[in-house]
């Protein structure tokens, strides 16, 4: 039996891709007739075009979001930045790529709880999570929030530790930091940054891509290198690489869809917006919207009585999600065995709060304003 249609889906990427299909159609035949299926023009473009959005001087088009982390983390390794069992600080309600790129590399991610205001990596718990084998903070812009703050980057250049972005959910958003002196947009704040360009990204592909920045010169060839059989030159490898290029065609796809990100920002915003000024029941605590830099990748709301509401969302149509209800240190691969490659210095007591009441509603360009005002209505009812 397939399940009923919802009247408001939480995403439908064929909807969200239907007015760039002419222009889509046009990039993949143009790499078609133009006969370089590796790297090439539309790669170069879009890795200019990202460098130019983050402010930095190097932007490397790669296969993933997980591929973009682990290509960063395996440059530090091989450039002796970092070594095996080094330990690296990460939010503990991220989505499991950023843990798992950091043991991919050989290294331990350390689990810290996050501020239960804006689920972003509580910063004033780091100082208690480092030991003389911390090498970097990995913030998680988590659901398009930027994960920045001055105690976070004073901490870091006082410990001489590299900040490592993961920007796979927050491309466009910008820290508004007073004092922030170069970028102020995620994936030029650290020292390198991952994106992800996964097909329900607010930028996605037809397919995986995604993308390294930084303006470390050693840190961009080492990547380059890496990715691409860990060569420098042709038929010259000066690392154990791997073949983790930008398909392409997914770049072309990704020049399209570049031009339209403020747009696709600023229709997430508004129905922020709508949900923040319209929903007001009780029972839900909806997500904070301090400064105005969230680019809104999920709209994730906070109830105690998840179960019931999620009922009352099916009942009336309305699609949802949950980012996410399991997190990463509570996966089946982190138990047993699988323990020893993580360290969790204090229990996870906001982490698993969060999971177990989150609930992300939809907000994407298969949701209209009048949708969000519908949608809270029904939430109202709850
Ligand atoms: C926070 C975060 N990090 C990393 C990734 C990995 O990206 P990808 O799916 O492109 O490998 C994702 C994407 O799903 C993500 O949400």
Known sequence: MTAPTKKYEFLNLGTVDAPYLPQIEDAVVRVLRSGRYIGGPEVEMFENRLAALCGTTHAIGVSNGLDALRLILKAYVALGHMEQGDEIIVGANTFIASVLAI???????????????????????????????????????????????????????????????????????????????GSHCTGGLGDAAAFSFYPTKNIGAIGDAGAVTTSDNELADAVRAIANYGSDRRYHNIYCGCNCRMDPVQAAILNVKLDHLDIETARRRSLAKIYAAHITSSKIRLPFDGNKECVWHQYVI??????????????????????????????????????????????????????????????????????????????NLF
């Open 103 to 181: 043991v991919d590399a050989g290294l331990t991610p350390v689990l810290v709880d996050p501020d239960p205001l804006t689920s972003n990596l509580d910063t004033s718990l780091i100082a208690s999570a480092i030991t003389p084998r911390t090498k970097g903070i990995m913030p998680v812009h988590l659901y398009g929030r930027v994960c920045w703050d001055d105690e976070l980057r004073s901490f870091a250049i006082d410990h001489g530790l590299k900040i490592i972005e993961d920007n796979a959910q927050a491309i466009g958003a910008v820290s508004h930091l007073p004092g922030l002196s």
């Open 302 to 379: 906070h109830t105690n009585d998840r179960n019931s509401f999620t009922a009352h969302l099916d009942k009336h149509g309305i699609g949802w999600d949950m980012h996410y209800a399991t997190p990463p240190h509570l996966q089946p691969c982190f138990k047993g065995s699988g323990a020893k490659k993580i360290k969790i210095p204090q229990p996870l007591t906001i982490t698993e709060l969060l999971a177990s009441q989150c609930l992300s509603l939809p907000i994407s360009a298969c949701t209209t304003e009048t949708d969000a005002k519908e949608i809270s209505e029904i939430i």
